[in-house]
């Protein structure tokens, strides 16, 4: 069964940093990329970036929001993706979902999320 | 950005009804657009893309349909499990973008 777990979420003071990983479990993640999408209750739906394979030498995107202070990060030898997280701001606040890329930038598995609260 | 504008933001429908949702796009996206489907509490979940073909394992009442700036999202026979919040994602250009979704609703 194909799983995605997140984990790392929490309340954090706006300016620190924060990261989350993904551990993946039962497909040939070092075939997939990856990405990162986040959800807030204003926002909707927001896709962060994403991470190529190292076939496309595991080159990264990002949305403008988060370029420059988002970095995304694989390991493939554990299976698992980080998203590191600085400079964190109040609007940053959502929860955070990985997801695996299939046909093309879509989102064919996507984890349960773990959330991040920015806030003094 | 590419904006993605859905239409309507509600669906107010019954159980064997046909449920229709649009999506535009600000600007041509050829074919590449997603619908996702998301209960409370839960994550997405992948149902067409390529904005017509649909995903392994959903059911065939689903279908996708358009091209270009304009594509639909046709649920045909709504059954209950189908009451939910739909999304599409455009898949053209960097940043990807969503709609801000349609909620589905049991009239």
């Known amino acids: 069964e194909v799983n995605l777990v997140e984990s790392g979420g929490g309340l954090v003071q706006p300016g620190r940093s924060l990261r989350l990983s993904c551990l993946t479990s039962g497909f040939a993640f070092a075939d997939y990329p990856m990405n990162w999408v986040r959800q807030t209750p204003g926002k909707g739906l927001e896709w962060i970036g994403f991470i190529r394979t190292k076939d496309f030498a595991g080159t990264t995107m990002y949305a403008p929001s988060v370029r420059g202070r988002f970095t995304i990060s694989r390991d493939d030898s554990k299976n698992i993706v980080h998203l590191q997280m600085n400079s964190l701001r109040a609007e940053d606040t959502a929860v955070y979902y990985c997801?695996?890329?299939?046909?093309?930038?879509?989102?064919?598995?996507w984890g349960q999320g773990t959330t991040v609260t920015v806030s003094s | 950005d590419i904006q993605l504008t859905q239409s309507p933001s509600t669906l107010s429908a019954s159980v064997g009804d046909r449920g229709t949702i649009t999506c535009r796009a600000s600007q041509n996206i050829n074919s590449w657009l997603a619908w996702y489907q998301q209960k409370p509490g839960k994550p997405p979940k992948l149902l067409i893309y390529k904005a017509s073909n649909l995903e392994d394992g959903v059911p065939s009442r689903f279908s996708g349909s358009g091209s270009e700036t304009e594509f639909t999202l046709t649920i045909s026979g709504l059954q209950p499990d189908d009451f939910a919040t739909y999304y599409c994602q455009q898949n053209s250009n960097y940043p990807y973008t969503f709609g801000q979704g349609t909620k589905l609703e049991i009239k």
């Open positions: 997801t695996r890329d299939a046909h093309t930038g879509t989102s064919d598995v």
